[in-house]
Each structure stands twice: as C-alpha cells, then as structure tokens.
C-alpha cells in the first residue's frame, strides 16, 4: 500500500516538473529566465539595481549633513 502511495506520488511530482518546464522543453532557444536582479530585464525596466548597485549610487550621492549650528 505505501508503495503504491510513493509511485503514485513520484509520477505527480514527475509530470508537474515536465508541465513546468514545457516551455522550455520545446522552443527552439528555450531557457529559463534570468532571475538575478542586475540582469533581468524586467527589473531593469522598473530601474530597481542589485544590492551592490544601490550600495555604490548611494555612496556617489552622499552628502554628509553638518550636525554643528552656525
């Protein structure tokens, strides 16, 4: 009976990871998309940066605040 439970299952899990990635599967130049911020184009778009990115324009636009009256 757990068997039986356990390949039942395998065989799910196998078609949903195929219905996945049919897309990819069967384009000629199918590939999954580009996940990492700094190059998806998506985001690029939107104009949100990679951590380092924002890191480094912060520093660039940096303008200390002077903490001493006048």
Not at 21 to 49: Q, S, V, Y
């Amino acid at each position: 009976m757990l068997f039986t439970i356990f390949i039942i299952v395998a065989i799910l899990l196998g078609l949903a990871l195929v219905g996945l990635g049919i897309n990819i599967l069967f384009r000629k130049n199918g590939k999954f998309p580009e996940t990492h911020i700094g190059k998806n184009k998506a985001m690029k778009d939107r104009g949100i940066h990679c951590a380092n990115t924002t890191d480094r324009l912060d520093r660039q636009n940096y303008k200390p605040v002077d903490l001493q009256p006048e």
